[in-house]
């Protein structure tokens, strides 16, 4: 059974990402101060009939190959986007769960990682934007618990067609 895509539904809007994509990454470690820019590619596969998305990626970051995975998809019991990420970056050996809700165009979620020198966990806002129908904009921010919200990474992508 393949999961209805009316117009404007956050399943339409997954479907409407199918395909490849290539652009642009850039990374901040600090706010304001951009550490890398450098070529992504990637593409995205619709999967489980229409239940999720699975964005596969690569580039580099510092001239360094990096790999990434963001699955993301529309929980309609608890009417709210969820997803996770793995790369070989920034989440190690971890899986970052996060959750949010629709966007005018895509959606904005939260998750969460631990402060590897054993502080409060950092939050992470990801927001993914379609901004027509064949650029995406993937934009992610650092959350320091006492400093607030700095943008850290950002991947503008164009459909390869």
């Not at 580039?59 to 998809?73: L, R, V, W």
């Not at 949010?100 to 993914?128: K, Q």
């Not at 993937?138 to 618990?145: E, G, K, L, Q, V």
């Amino acid at each position: 059974m393949s999961f209805e895509k009316q117009s404007g539904s956050p399943h339409h809007l997954l479907s409407q990402l199918a395909g490849s994509w290539t652009g642009t990454s850039k990374l901040w470690f600090e706010p304001d101060k951009l550490a890398d820019e450098s070529p992504v590619a990637g593409s995205i596969q619709i999967i489980l009939d229409g239940r999720f998305a699975l964005y596969l990626y690569q580039g580099t970051i510092q001239g360094e190959p990096q790999h990434g995975m963001f699955t993301f998809g529309y929980n309609t019991t608890l009417d709210r986007y969820e997803c996770s990420w793995l790369d070989s970056f920034h989440n190690n050996t971890a899986i970052m769960f996060c959750t949010g809700n629709a966007t005018d165009n895509g959606f904005s979620v939260l998750g969460s990682y631990p402060d590897p020198d054993g502080g409060p966990d950092w939050g992470w806002r990801t927001e993914l934007q379609l901004l027509d129908k064949d650029r995406l904009l993937i934009t992610a921010y650092n959350i320091h618990p006492e400093y607030g919200e700095a943008k850290a990474t950002e991947a503008a992508l164009t459909r390869i067609k």
